[in-house]
């Protein structure tokens, strides 16, 4: 019996009474009754000691020092390897745990690859994280398992982007006013400037399909759902094309 598949809208072999993986994208699915026919719906699926892997990612979520998160999350992929959650927090974790003299380096975190669009890393620093962005060996391992690249490239995408624009825009006394504690202006007037030289300059550089149009889109949402309003964004955006 062959069947549409909700996920990629090709048709599949269907396997009545348990789940099953769709046969174009990987996807996994399930065969529920439809009138007098049948229909596929998406299913989970979860690995051999997935479950466990997920509380250790979990605690690693919770905070602590980084070595003690990375030893965690080193933990979980040992339970379940073929995991993509588990993989996608192990990449989204960049080298946060990793021995490091200068704690001020803030090219540890993963999102902070995205500073390579405000434009004042150095040709060589500038080179190695573009190429890093999309061709991590992590973010290859992630795309491998998902079973949908476009769609994990998308969430990666806005990950990264929410993550950079709480901690190096928001969190930025330089970009949010704040002074003693105080914050003085708009906070989507004062953050729209460097949001919106990033997403110009991310049109600047020659990315590979889909990120180019991905990655501006992610930094949209990023500044729409973190810090408010694009009305101050899109009037930046006009005044850096013109």
């Known amino acids: 019996m ?4 909700p996920r990629c809208g090709a048709e599949t072999d269907a396997v ?7 046969g174009h994208c990987g996807g996994w699915l399930q065969c529920v009754p439809n009138g007098m026919a049948w229909m596929l719906i998406p299913a989970n699926h979860t690995l051999p ?3 466990e892997a997920m509380r250790l990612v979990r605690r690693s979520e919770e905070g602590g020092e980084p070595a003690a998160r990375k030893k965690l999350l080193d933990e979980a992929l040992a339970l379940c390897p073929d995991s993509l959650s588990v993989n996608k927090a ?3 974790f960049g080298r946060l745990g990793d021995p490091c003299k200068d704690l001020t380096d803030h090219h540890r975190f993963k999102c902070y690859l995205l500073h390579v669009f405000e434009g004042d890393e150095k040709p060589a620093m500038q080179e190695a994280m573009l190429r890093e962005l999309t061709e991590d060996p992590q973010l290859q391992r992630c ?4 079973p949908d ?13 929410r993550e950079y624009v709480n901690l190096f825009i928001r969190g930025n006394s330089q970009y949010n006013g704040t002074i003693f504690g105080f914050r003085f202006g708009s906070l989507p007037k004062r953050c729209s400037a460097p949001v919106a030289l990033m997403i110009y300059n991310m049109g600047q550089v020659k990315l590979p399909e889909p990120y180019d149009t991905v990655l501006p889109a992610a930094m949209r949402k990023a500044f729409e759902s973190e810090i408010g309003e694009p009305g101050w964004l899109n009037e930046a955006l006009e005044r850096i094309r013109a």
Not at 2 to 5: A, Q
Not at 16 to 22: K, L, R
């Open 149 to 161: 690249r476009r769609a994990f490239i998308e969430d990666y995408c806005l990950s990264m982007c």
């Open 16 to 22: 009545q009474n348990e789940s099953f993986a769709c």
């Open 49 to 51: 000691g997935e479950e």
């Open 143 to 146: 795309l491998s398992l998902a």
């Open 90 to 92: 192990v990449l989204l």
């Open 2 to 5: 062959k069947l549409l598949c």
